[in-house]
């Protein structure tokens, strides 16, 4: 839509065809997006009265609710070599990162009406602060993980690095799921029930709660082709040392399929934001 | 790009998509058609068309193409929908023309329609800071320019307090500020000046002249003709998206206002009274005012140095009680806050009487 073409003359014109987002742009704009993922995070937890501990709150209470039910109930901890709770609250972790990442960032544009309408600012940023301020709110609950593993006198093994990289992978794909609708949720309202409704059917087929061992040929193959499946079998194996390190076909499909979807996500995301402020 | 110029207008129009008006039968059948075409709607999303098909094309703006050089107040002129705030809208970069090209030399700062562009739920202060990062400001140039902007905007005492407890006035005036005192070489002003009280509206003019003092270049959108009259360089009319002129802001503007009152205003300048006075108890009864020009053509914008004729329609009856015969006499001053004519005269008919009278 806009680019600089001297060191100050902005040159306004209509956008041509498929075409990435201006990164540097976007780059230019990092002040303006650690300013208010900082000013964002203080708003979020300004008129509460737990604050922060809200970070926390989804991931460990559904732990809580499974540990009651499949854990005390249904007898999930039975087969498991870590503790349930641990079992459970690891994957939840990455989970909510996942969920959140995704129902925000669909929802960034047209929650930030206000600010889009007035000034301009490269509108991947939206999107961007919500995936910052999710990482964040996941950095808190990763301490707390720690903090439970220490209780639980679970030892900290080397394989904690690759941690790093499960999480890039969650947070690509979430982005990339996250952005190709954000752009429509501005003009259709019912994008995000539709990301809330893919979210709850991916829940079931991904092995968050449950013990992926415990799944029937053919699933027991096939399941860890879901990216987020191969983000928390890696996750528990790196943090807890369940299972084995997933393997390498299904490590590279997550990651390809990931990168891919980031990609065409951004492709259409500037498609629709030149004149996202239109219809919001 | 000239460099004499810091903003080049090129050909520039904007299409919008509104909905058709429809009768209820087709508005139904074309319910039922989107829910069923949820795809279709997502290509056409896609194509940048509209996304429900029937809507029909409206161009906000037509090929508008001017320039505005440093340094200059440029007012942009023209009846409600002829496009201002769209253009404006581009030249900020809030949406993409969907064709022709604008060019912009060094940063824009605007204020644009109603809302500003603050985050509700931050203090003023955090907003002042946030603004000052999407101009690209580091945080000393914010500190050199934060005293200045709310003493200008007068909300030292709500600095810490979250936006959304501000008063309507208040908001505009922090707007204001923040988009006038962080040094943008362009500023954008969009019918601010309609908002704040008379007080603010002076100061905000005043601080857009220093603007441009300052080699700065305003480009200002105002129904307020008297003010862009005195702080305008420029003037550029837009009539339903098209530019009408461009040019000397004292001969623009008084075409903007001959054609606008030719169009439509007629009827604003009669003024009918109905029982206003009760015919059975008073002789005098006002039924109607009228402000002619000079070709007698009724009117209720007359430019400076124009002939104004006023004409009062009443009846003069004679009730029982009255026992002289009724006659009128027409002291009377016309204009708001000074009188701009006054008349002493003995009206003798009955029926009407018309006085000319001269703006100065
Ligand atoms: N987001 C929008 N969607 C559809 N039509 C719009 C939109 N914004 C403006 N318009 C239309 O564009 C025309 C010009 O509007 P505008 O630029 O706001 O006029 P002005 O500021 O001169 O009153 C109007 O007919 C208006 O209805
Ligand atoms: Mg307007």
Known sequence: MASKTSSDITVIQPPRGWSFPNLREVWDARAILLNFVQRNFNVTYRQTIGGPIYAVYTPFMTMIGYTLLLGVLFGAQEGLSVPYPLFSFCALLVWTLFTNVTQNATTSL?????????????????????????????????????????????????QIVWVVFYVAVALVFSLGFGLLFAGFQARFRDMSYLVQTINRLLFFVTPVVYDSTLLPAPFNTLYIYNPMALVIEGMRWAMLNVGEQPALIPTLSAVGVSVALLLVALLVFQRLEPTVADVL | ????????????????????????ARGRARVLRNLTSPLRRLRATLAGQSAFGAEIPVKALDEVSFEVPQGK???????NGSGKSTLLKILSRITAPSSGQVRIRGKVGS???????????????????MNGAVLGMTRADINRHFDDIIGFAGVGAFLDTPVKRYSSGMRVRLAFAVSAFFEPEVLLIDEVLSVGDAEFQKRSLGKISDVSRDGRTVVI??????????????VAWLNKGKLASVGNTAQIT?????SSTFESDTLAGEKRFRDFVPSDKYPFELLAMRTYDDQQHVRSSFLNGMPVVVELEFKLGAPKWCTTTPS????????????ICSIRDRITSTRSCKFTAKMC
């Open chain 2, 111 to 129: 204020l644009l329609e109603v809302g500003t562009g603050f985050h509700q739920e931050l203090t003023g202060r955090e907003n002042i800071y």
């Open chain 2, 328 to 339: 009128v006499r027409c002291i009377g001053c016309v204009g708001l806050s000074r009188p």
């Open chain 2, 254 to 258: 008084s075409e903007y206002l001959l």
């Open chain 1, 110 to 158: 047209t929650q930030n009406t206000n600010l889009i309408q007035k000034i301009y600012i490269p509108r991947l940023v939206f999107p961007l602060i919500e995936t910052c301020m999710q990482l964040l709110t996941f950095a808190i609950a990763f301490v707390v993980l720690l903090l439970m593993m220490v209780v639980y006198a679970q030892p900290f093994l080397w």
């Open chain 2, 221 to 234: 959108v105002s129904h307020n003709l008297s003010a862009i009259l005195s702080h305008c360089d420029l």
């Open chain 2, 73 to 79: 107040i440029l007012g942009l002129i023209g009846k």
């Open chain 2, 1 to 24: 790009m000239k460099p004499e110029n810091a903003i080049e207008i090129d050909n520039v129009s904007k299409v919008y998509y509104v909905a058709e008006s429809v009768t209820e």
